[in-house]
């Protein structure tokens, strides 16, 4: 019987095409039960088993899921819990994970496999397009596309973005960096680019601390505009997330689903505010020290001396 060797066994594995039959054995892997009528690989000395797609399955992939950044496979959560809450089904995983180092983003190894075969089958599907349309995400990205944030050329994709100059390279859409080795939607006459991700952003948002819907804005018409999620300040040239009824409520737009930060970052007002309170209790503090000195000295001419 053949034998493989998996990164996460100092052991060799042998194949089993129809699992071990009477046996009673969890995947080593993903937690998951071993069935009878499906392979597996085992060692047997060490109770270490694995179903077919979890021995097979890739250090790495680019999920339709997240198409912004790829998703490393871990042996083992990453988290100080132990465990993960998959993003495709919301359910609990303590084994193998597909994970964004970057993100908050995990997948079962099952449900990495299985989200991807049904994108790629349903792909014209209605089912698979309001999916896509919620989550701006499409499966196969397409080579050109129009976006309502610039609308006067169309955008190219490219696998992973370009190098700039200055070594930086953000996204126009969001305002946040773009990875390296990510795909991006480019515009190399404006020197324009965007996540794949937010080239196909919802129109309206929610958020549970807000009563009312969420509009995009494509065209940020606020030359400085404050967010009320992070308050940091949302660049017009970014776009943004504002409340449909009215209020003076917005947002960046990757700050739609972020927590309410505990404790604001003071604004410019405040900032020197602050500082003139520390420089006068800085001068404070050295007319003391020079009262002291002059009164150890002698003199007593001093002004802030006294006797």
């Given amino acids: 019987m053949a034998e493989h060797q998996h990164f996460n066994h100092p ?11 009477g046996a009673s054995i969890t995947c080593t892997g993903c937690k998951f039960p071993c069935t009878d009528d499906k392979p597996i ?53 303590t084994g193998f994970c597909f994970c964004c180092t970057t993100c908050e983003f995990d997948l079962h190894v099952h449900c990495a496999y299985n989200k991807s075969k049904n994108n790629s089958s349903n792909s014209n599907s209605d089912n698979n397009n309001n999916f896509q349309q919620k989550t701006g995400t499409t499966s196969h990205p397409q080579d050109k596309i129009k976006i309502k944030a610039h609308p006067n050329h169309p955008l190219q994709y490219l696998p992973k973005p370009p190098t700039h100059a200055d070594g930086l390279n953000t996204c126009n859409v969001c305002g946040t960096d773009c990875e390296a080795n990510s795909p991006t939607y480019r515009c190399s006459i404006c020197d324009y680019d965007a996540h794949v991700g937010c080239v196909s952003l919802p129109e309206t948002e929610k ?35 504002l409340c449909k009824s009215g209020c003076d409520y917005g ?50 001419h001093n002004p802030y001396y006294r006797r």
């Fill in 251 to 300: 947002m960046h737009v990757k700050c739609v689903s972020a927590k309410v930060t505990e404790k604001a970052p003071m604004n410019d007002m405040q900032f020197q505010v602050e500082m003139f309170k520390l420089q006068n209790q800085m001068k404070l503090h050295q007319m003391m020290i020079d009262t002291k000195t002059m009164g150890i000295s002698g003199y007593h």
């Fill in 41 to 93: 690989y085992s060692c047997r000395g060490c109770k270490f088993y694995l179903h077919e797609q979890c021995f097979n399955a890739t250090r790495s992939l680019i999920h339709s899921l997240h198409p912004a950044h790829p998703l490393s496979l871990f042996p083992s959560p990453t988290y100080q819990t132990g465990s993960f809450i998959c993003s495709s089904c919301n359910k609990r995983g």
């Fill in 11 to 21: 052991h060799l594995l042998k194949f089993h095409k129809f699992g071990l039959e």
């Fill in 207 to 241: 958020r549970q601390d807000h009563p009312h819907e969420l509009k995009l804005l494509h065209v940020n018409p606020y030359e400085r505009y404050e967010c009320d999620v992070c308050k940091g300040m949302i660049l017009q040239n970014h776009c943004m997330y």
